[in-house]
Nanobody, 122 residues
């Protein structure tokens, strides 16, 4: 059964850091571009970051640029989202998905994870 499973969310104070993981099972991530999305209550889903585009570049939303970093470990079949300098407005459920990673946005196609909650609060 092919699936993506996110982990690493939690409660963190403003200015803190978290690293989210997106582990694939039932298929090999090597062949897929992966993106991270988030959705806060009452707000639309937002594409946060993606990588694996044809030119090797990564995409970051302006709201997270310079603070978040996407990476992957193919040996572990896992993609990560390192989140630093977290702000209360980063509070949301975070999801990973297989994507087409465009230069200016992430287009979700195929698999989605179940999400992990990130809460930034003092």
């Amino acid at each position: 059964q092919e699936q993506l499973v996110e982990s690493g969310g939690g409660l963190v104070q403003p200015g803190g850091s978290l690293r989210l993981s997106c582990a694939a099972s039932g298929f090999t991530l090597n062949y897929y571009a992966i993106g991270w999305f988030r959705q806060a209550p009452g707000k639309e889903r937002e594409g946060v970051s993606c990588e694996g585009s044809s030119d090797g570049s990564a995409y970051y939303a302006d709201s997270v640029k310079g603070r978040f970093t996407i990476s992957r470990d193919n040996a572990k079949n896992t993609v990560y989202l390192q989140m630093n300098s977290l702000k209360p407005e980063d509070t949301a459920a975070y999801y990973c998905a297989t994507v087409i990673c465009h230069s200016d946005y992430a287009e979700a196609v195929g698999y989605w994870g179940q999400g992990t909650q990130v809460t930034v609060s003092s």
